[in-house]
C-alpha cells in the first residue's frame, strides 16, 4: 500500500510538472538576434544597432531607402523580388515568422532616418 502511495504521488509530481513546463512563456526572439544568427552580418551593418559586417565594404541597412516597403524586403529576401536587377545572394532560410520580425526590425531604423 505504502509503494502504490509513492507512485501516484511520483505520477501526480509528473503530470503538475509537465504543466508547469508549459505555463512558462517563451522567449519572443527579436529581429536583431534573427538577424545576428542567420549569419546576415556577414555582408550587411547596422551601424545604427551598432552590428558592423566582418566585410568592409558591407551595405549598412540602418539607411534603407524609404521607398522599400516590408512587403518589399520580404519578397527581396525569398529571391521573389530585385534591385537593380539583382535578386538577394541568399534566400532567408528562416520560418516567415522570424522573417517577419527582421523585416520588421530593419524597418525601424527606416522611420528613425525618416524622422531626421
Known amino acids: 500500500m505504502k509503494n502504490l502511495t509513492l507512485y501516484m504521488l511520483f505520477i ?3 503530470i503538475a510538472l509537465y504543466g508547469f513546463a508549459y505555463s512558462i512563456p517563451m522567449e519572443d526572439v527579436s529581429g536583431e538576434k534573427i538577424f545576428v544568427d542567420n549569419k546576415c552580418t556577414m555582408c550587411h551593418s547596422v551601424s ?3 552590428i558592423t559586417s566582418k566585410k568592409k565594404d558591407a551595405a549598412d541597412l540602418s539607411k534603407l531607402s524609404n521607398v522599400l516597403t516590408a512587403d518589399f524586403l520580404t519578397k527581396y529576401l525569398k529571391k ?3 534591385i537593380d536587377g539583382e535578386k538577394h545572394k541568399v534566400t532567408f532560410k528562416g520560418t516567415e515568422e522570424d522573417l517577419n520580425k527582421m523585416v520588421e526590425w530593419l524597418l525601424t531604423f527606416k522611420e528613425k532616418d525618416a524622422a531626421k
Do not use: G
Open 12 to 14: 501526480l509530481a509528473v
Open 48 to 50: 545604427a544597432s551598432e
Open 80 to 82: 521573389e523580388e530585385a
